[in-house]
T-cell receptor, first 112, second 109 residues
Framework: KAGVTQTPRYLIKTRGQQVTLSCSPI?????VSWYQQTPGQGLQFLFEYFSETQRNKGNFPGRFSGRQFSNSRSEMNVSTLELGDSALYLCASSLNDIYGYTFGSGTRLTVV | KNEVEQSPQNLTAQEGEFITINCSYSVGISALHWLQQHPGGGIVSLFM???GKKKHGRLIATINIQEKHSSLHITASHPRDSAVYICAVKGGGADGLTFGKGTHLIIQP
């Protein structure tokens, strides 16, 4: 079966711009969560959606937002990009809390 | 907020050796995950544990809920096991995952 698909794989943006990243979960998975990975901070939780509702949000500024559509696909948006937003952004999908996560390959965002 | 500590941070071993990676956390959890990340970024979920022990091939994961501690063991290690191993915990309710800093494992032939 198809895995978790993240698009685009690589992205270069300029400070002050905004960016939208996409995540298509495994068919049937209703939970999608997003993570940021940087060399300095490691992996950090951004937010989690379940059936179009945000269940929890990590400790990130309001510039980071997301949403989930009725087909479970999810997008995250970062507005007013800063150099420090350069990171690997990963999403993961899960059937529910009882099962583990399947991660996508990530989107590597570079802010210049 | 849960604090997750992994040890060692770096580990270099010879092929065939038995490997142990440790993870400790500070607050009660609903589940603990062991993840593997290869160069290039892709993450694979190895185990999800809430109690006891799980085994998959040469990998074994254990968790002691009372001591808030988990271990990941690799038997008969192989160079293809070289990767970063990350421990992550999930609290109760709708908490997101909290991650350890990872253990960089290199298995030399």
């Amino acid at each position: 079966k198809a895995g978790v698909t993240q698009t685009p794989r690589y992205l270069i943006k300029t400070r002050g711009q905004q960016v939208t990243l996409s995540c298509s979960p495994i068919s049937g998975h209703r939970s999608v969560s997003w993570y940021q990975q940087t060399p300095g901070q490691g992996l950090q939780f951004l937010f989690e959606y379940f059936s179009e509702t945000q269940r929890n949000k990590g400790n990130f500024p309001g510039r980071f937002s997301g949403r989930q559509f009725s087909n479970s696909r999810s997008e995250m948006n970062v507005s007013t990009l800063e150099l420090g937003d350069s990171a690997l952004y990963l999403c993961a999908s899960s059937l529910n809390d009882i099962y583990g996560y399947t991660f996508g390959s990530g989107t590597r965002l570079t802010v210049v | 907020k849960n604090e997750v500590e992994q040890s060692p941070q770096n580990l270099t071993a010879q092929e065939g050796e038995f490997i142990t990676i440790n993870c400790s956390y500070s607050v009660g959890i609903s589940a603990l995950h062991w993840l593997q990340q290869h160069p290039g970024g892709g993450i694979v979920s190895l185990f999800m544990l809430s109690s006891g022990k799980k085994k998959h091939g040469r990998l074994i994961a254990t968790i002691n809920i009372q001591e808030k501690h988990s271990s990941l063991h690799i038997t008969a290690s192989h160079p293809r096991d070289s990767a970063v191993y990350i421990c992550a915990v999930k609290g109760g309710g709708a908490d997101g995952l909290t991650f350890g800093k990872g253990t960089h494992l290199i298995i030399q032939p």
